[in-house]
Structures are given as C-alpha cells and as structure tokens.
C-alpha cells in the first residue's frame, strides 16, 4: 500500500496520559477532548497541522493548578467529525462556543495556538459572553493577518506560501503524499532550533502526520484556508470583515515567539488595535512557532496568570 492510500485509525489519536478522552456534541458535530481536573473550564485549541496532543505538557499541569482542562481536536482533525462543510470561520467560532455549552459550562478561558488562535479571537468577537478570558499564542487577529499579507509580500506573505498552495486543486492529495512528508516539514521548519531536536516533538510530529491521512482529514484542514480567500470579495467575506472590526471586548493576552517564522512577529504585534479590553503582548526571544513546547513552563504560568488576574 503506498503511503497516499494509507489508512490511520483514528484510535491511535487517542494517546494514554494525565487526562480522560472523550466525545461531546457541539454545534452539530462530534468533537473528541481531552479532559483533566476540575474547576474554572479552560478550552485549548490547537492550529495547523496539529491535534490536541500540542497542549500535552499543559493539561497536566493547568489541572493541577486548580482548573478543569479541555483540549479539543478541531472539527475535520484528528478524532473529532470531518463533516463535508462548516469550515468557514463563522461555524469554526460557533463550534467553541457550543463545546463550552456541552461541556456544561457558561463561559470559558480559552487559549489558542495558530488556526486556534485566529479562532479565539473569531470567537472572542463574536460571542463575547461566552469567552472570560483569550490567550492567544502564534497567531495574529484574522484582520491584521490579512492586511500584512497584502502590505508584507517579502515577510508575511513569503512566510505564508503553503496557504497559497493550499488553494489548488486538490492539493489535499499532495499535502498526504509519501506519508504525509509535507507535515513533517512545515513543523519542523516553523519549531524553535532545540526542539528540531526533542525526541518527544518528534514523536508528536509522526502523529500529526498519521493524523493528516485519516480519511478526509486533509480536505478538512485545507478548507478553512481555502474559505477565506475564496470569499474575500464576496458578501460573506465582507461580512466578515465588518463584524471582525467591532472591537474585542474580553481581556486579552498575546504570547509569541520572536523567531517564529510561520507567522510573524510584526504581523501578530498589530492585534492589539482590535482588542478594547486589557491587552498584552510578550515576545520571548529565540522562540519558535511552539512556545507550548519550548517554553511549556513560561507557558503554562502565564495561562494561569492572566486566568487569576
């Protein structure tokens, strides 16, 4: 069997460790979560190409620190459902909205790193209420996102050339191809230089990959991107951009790498000019696009700083 047609089995996702798997519905979908603790409910959204398995030096020790932990696959990755539709950043938003509900709570902390960030602030936009507090790590606002690709061709637009090969056709079938290698680069290429070296990153990685060539899988992850380029002139698009330039109201703590060359740290610093609530931004230097990883402990303090404060 060539790895193109390689199946996975969405059970090897689901790893042993420090926390409980299981499945909620939400927003018309299933999502698979991995829960620890009790408490005030943190949500943990990973980014692109990833899984919930990014947050795992954080779920054990958030839960310790007194909070209840969920970290969730996205809709289209890992054990979660890969419906044909719903990957506009609209539904995206509203599906951590109803993950806070089916997990039986009002509102929620919610932290993102990439995709999971841009949604945290989609989300922290359009569903203020539901949203206490948002970290977001590796990631920019969508809005400021979109302005450094059209004014930064050599930086930001340079750094972002796979999400413009994502927009051909059937590009899925690439981003799978020879076991998912595509995965395997982007990741280590956008990892800080000592964790291109960390065996356990490693491990993570080879799991991404498996992960990408779950039936569908790929499809899903790319249509996400492939919405927002496809609808920028469209009603929806400018939609889109309307609600977006409403001001967020929920505190808001930015955390990024200063060597982070996947989204970078000029185009990311601009959120703060959408955010009317308390907001901070810290650049740690010689920090790649994972700060959950290379700096799990720094990390994970400052999750359970801004959620005290």
């Known amino acids: ?76 990755y890992g054990a979660s459902d890969k419906p044909p539709r719903g990957y506009d950043t609209y539904t995206m938003a509203a599906d951590i909205i109803g993950l806070i509900r089916a ?12 995709l999971g ?78 964790l291109r070296n960390d065996t356990q990153f490693d491990e993570y990685v080879r799991l991404c990959r498996g992960a990408m060539q779950i039936p569908q899988a790929a499809a899903c992850a790319l249509a996400t991107y492939r919405w927002v380029f496809r609808t920028a002139t469209r009603m929806s698009g400018r939609r ?7 001001p967020i109201k929920v505190p808001t703590l930015q955390l990024h790498g200063g060597a982070d060359a996947c989204v970078l740290p000029r185009t990311a610093q601009g959120s703060g000019r959408y955010v009317a609530a308390d907001y901070e931004w810290r650049v740690f230097d010689q920090v790649g696009h994972f700060p959950q990883w290379e700096i799990a402990d720094v990390v994970t303090a400052e999750i359970v700083r801004w959620a005290k404060e």
């Open 117 to 194: 960030g841009l949604l945290g602030f989609a989300a922290a936009s359009f569903h203020p209420r539901s949203v206490r507090k948002l970290l977001v790590l590796s990631s920019a606002h969508p809005l400021r996102q979109r302005t450094a690709l059209a004014v930064d061709p050599k930086g930001q637009l340079s750094a972002s050339r796979h999400i413009l090969a994502f927009q051909l056709p059937k590009f899925e079938h690439f981003l799978v191809r020879d076991d998912a290698a595509m995965v395997a680069d982007l990741m280590q290429r956008w990892a800080g230089r000592a």
């Open 240 to 246: 889109f951009v309307r609600l977006l330039q409403e």
């Open 103 to 114: 997990l039986g709570e009002r509102d929620a902390i919610v932290v993102g790193h990439d």
């Open 1 to 76: 069997m060539s790895a193109s047609k390689k199946v996975v089995d969405e059970g090897s996702i689901l790893i042993d460790g420090d926390w409980r798997h299981r499945f909620v519905d939400a927003n018309g979908a299933r999502f698979h979560v991995a829960e620890s603790g009790t408490g005030p409910l943190i949500l943990l959204l990973h980014g692109f190409p990833e899984l919930w398995l990014t947050w795992r030096h954080q779920i054990p020790a958030l839960a310790e620190a007194g909070y209840r932990v969920a970290a969730v696959d996205l809709r289209g």
